[in-house]
């Protein structure tokens, strides 16, 4: 089957002998075609293949995304914790629990100073959530708690359960 659709030529999944056939690509803007010029990120496949982009935060996956943009080839940055915040539009507190579950799932190294991005690590981890052990915790994580205080403050009409 040849049929072409959005820039890309759909060949038959198998071919005769049973391989895998890949799909025929060009690009839409041919004109506009990245090239690696100066310094260069990369991010591999099996990140999001092999479940690390799920076992992520939206603050998790993006300091992890800006430290492998500003990472040199051995992974190396010293970008300061304010700056990042800045750039980032994250509070420290965002920040550093961040980090710190980037450190915990051995994706970056960081001395203080110096952040590392690592190679991936052979399984993705997903470490089990903290207990909750106060009023602010429950306020913040338990979906009952928080339905009563979004009920509490539109009012005991609003709650139609």
């Known amino acids: 089957m040849n049929i072409k659709r959005n820039g890309i030529k759909n060949l038959d999944s198998r071919s005769k002998c049973g391989f895998r056939t890949s799909i025929e690509k060009n690009p839409i803007t041919p004109c506009r075609i990245r090239k690696i010029t100066g310094s260069f990120a990369f991010i591999e496949h099996r990140f999001l293949r092999e479940g ?22 051995h992974g190396l940055s010293y970008y ?5 915040c800045t750039l980032l539009r994250v509070c420290v507190d965002e ?14 190294a960081f001395d203080g100073s110096l952040f590392q991005v690592l190679s991936l690590p052979e399984k993705t981890v997903f470490p089990s959530p903290a207990p909750l052990q106060n009023q ?3 306020e913040l994580h338990d979906p009952a708690t928080v339905h009563h205080l979004v009920v509490q403050s ?8």
């Open 80 to 84: 300061s914790y304010d700056k990042i």
């Open 136 to 138: 602010k915790d429950m």
């Open 95 to 108: 920040y550093i629990l961040a980090r710190n579950a980037l450190i915990d799932k051995d994706l970056i």
């Open 154 to 161: 539109f009012g005991k009409n609003y709650d139609r359960n």
């Open 52 to 73: 690390f982009w799920a076992s992520l935060d939206h603050h998790q996956l993006l300091l992890y995304l800006f430290l492998i943009i500003v990472s040199d080839r």
